[in-house]
T-cell receptor
Framework: AQTVTQSQPEMSVQEAETVTLSCTYDTSESDYYLFWYKQPPSRQMILVIRQEAYKQQNATENRFSVNFQKAAKSFSLKISDSQLGDAAMYFCAYRGETSGSRLTFGEGTQLTVNP | NAGVMQNPRHLVRRRGQEARLRCSPMKGHSHVYWYRQLPEEGLKFMVYLQKENIIDESGMPKERFSAEFPKEGPSILRIQQVVRGDSAAYFC?????????????FGQGTRLTVV
């Protein structure tokens, strides 16, 4: 079974600084996708970024980028120029070729942005 | 195009009562997933449905829980004889296709409190 681990329950960053959230996963599949979701206090789950396992190039979406290390099964999220609106719970998630459409989530990292 | 709609947003039930949670997927989406989020935890997969069919219910508790997605109308997650441990946020997500990388769009969740 696939597992996703986020080892940082809480992180904080100063406004305009950069922060990196860690995520590791365990799988025996070769074809899969990795996602980062943001959950603000409203509880709405918002997709931040996704990475295809067979693509070596790291995904980037504006201020958000990932460091995908397939051999190490690591998928960290970097937030540059942090803004107050980035404060939220961040979840790393996995979806594999044999797991149907289900997403497997990590336990989350609560990010605080200090003004 | 309205997003995934869940209702109610908040539901309070006494122990032993039934809880019915509704989810209307985005227009054009025929794949629906239910997840449960216990306090301070990540989302856990419960069930995956297509119209009139349960595709994967491997995450559903064996007793008291059921789900349906009829040809017409919303998907329903039903919890019979609720207990305190059922208190959680229940999220519905939908996608237009089963492709591994397809984005799942989430509703805002229903927070169930059992008193």
């Amino acid at each position: 079974a696939q597992t996703v681990t986020q080892s940082q329950p809480e992180m904080s960053v100063q406004e305009a600084e950069t922060v990196t959230l860690s995520c590791t996963y365990d799988t025996s599949e070769s074809d899969y996708y990795l996602f980062w979701y943001k959950q603000p206090p409203s509880r709405q789950m918002i997709l931040v970024i996704r990475q295809e396992a067979y693509k070596q190039q790291n995904a980037t979406e504006n201020r958000f980028s990932v460091n995908f290390q397939k051999a190490a099964k690591s998928f960290s999220l970097k937030i540059s120029d942090s803004q107050l609106g980035d404060a939220a719970m961040y979840f790393c998630a996995y979806r594999g070729e044999t797991s149907g459409s289900r997403l497997t989530f990590g336990e989350g990292t609560q990010l605080t942005v200090n003004p | 195009n309205a997003g995934v709609m869940q209702n109610p947003r908040h539901l309070v039930r006494r122990r032993g009562q039934e809880a019915r949670l509704r989810c209307s997927p985005m227009k054009g989406h025929s794949h629906v997933y239910w997840y449960r989020q216990l306090p301070e935890e990540g989302l856990k997969f419960m069930v995956y449905l297509q119209k009139e069919n349960i595709i994967d219910e491997s995450g559903m508790p064996k007793e008291r829980f059921s789900a349906e997605f009829p040809k017409e109308g919303p998907s329903i997650l039903r919890i019979q004889q609720v207990v305190r441990g059922d208190s959680a946020a229940y999220f519905c997500a939908s996608s237009p296709e089963i492709r591994t990388g397809a984005e799942a769009f989430f509703g805002q969740g229903t927070r169930l409190t059992v008193v």
